[in-house]
């Protein structure tokens, strides 16, 4: 069985804060991940993809990849209190067909952010 | 705007009564999916349709069935709701060759 794992939290940051979120995968075949945003009771909002090693930033977003280690992370810098949500991490899985892409899902951190 | 949407957006009903969920898409992806996501638990691939073809999670009970009838529309049957089916239903969609999925906003079920 593959596996995402996160810390469930709740994880608090002050206004203005750095949230750092982790995420631990098993599917050492997984070559794409992603982050997702989702508000209480609404869908999954995509906010970042990572498919190399290293770091990739979009605004106030940072994910980092390690492959070897299996683990994805993703910092958010000036942390809002409208950040506050739950953050899934998901992996597509290695044996999705060419041109799907089946995710396995984490449970989500939920962050709050204090003002 | 292109998107993904789900109808109902909230759903009742009987504890063995059959119900339907409604997916469709202005999108023109190839790639239709159906998750499953209970309270704080993660979402949970339940089947997809790669264009016309079907594709089954191994875990996924016989009680969940899916249509597609055209590249647009995805339906996802529920024969005998039991209570343990209380659930946000989420469909989401991808195009081939491109990464990201996107979904729609999900439709909550409650089986009483």
């Known amino acids: 069985q593959k596996e995402v794992e996160q810390n469930s939290g709740p994880l608090s940051v002050p206004e203005g804060a750095i949230a750092s979120l982790n995420c631990t995968y098993s599917?050492?075949?997984?070559?794409?991940f992603f982050w997702y945003r989702q508000y209480s009771g609404k869908s999954p909002e995509l906010i970042m993809s990572?498919?190399?090693?290293g770091d990739k930033e979009d605004g106030r977003f940072t994910a980092q990849l390690n492959k070897a280690s299996q683990y994805v992370s993703l910092l958010i810098r000036d942390s809002q209190p409208s950040d506050s949500a739950t953050y899934l991490c998901a992996v597509n899985r290695a044996d999705s067909g060419a041109g799907s892409y089946q995710l396995t899902f984490g449970k989500g951190t939920k962050l709050s952010v204090i003002p | 705007d292109a998107m993904v949407i789900q109808n109902p957006r909230y759903q009742v009903t009987q504890f063995g009564k059959p119900v339907t969920l409604s997916c469709s898409q202005t999108l023109n992806h190839n790639v239709m999916y159906w998750y499953q996501q209970k309270s704080s638990q993660a979402p949970k691939l339940l089947f997809h349709?790669?264009?016309?073809?079907?594709?089954n999670e191994a875990d996924t009970p016989d009680n969940f069935q899916s249509r597609r009838p055209n590249t647009s529309f995805c339906f996802l049957d529920i024969r005998s709701p039991g209570l343990g089916d209380a659930a946000m239903y989420l469909c989401a969609t991808s195009r081939r060759g491109v990464t990201e999925a996107f979904f729609g906003q999900g439709t909550r079920l409650t089986v009483v």
């Open positions: 599917d050492r075949g997984s070559q794409s």
């Open positions: 990572i498919y190399s090693n």
């Open positions: 349709y790669y264009d016309k073809d079907f594709n």
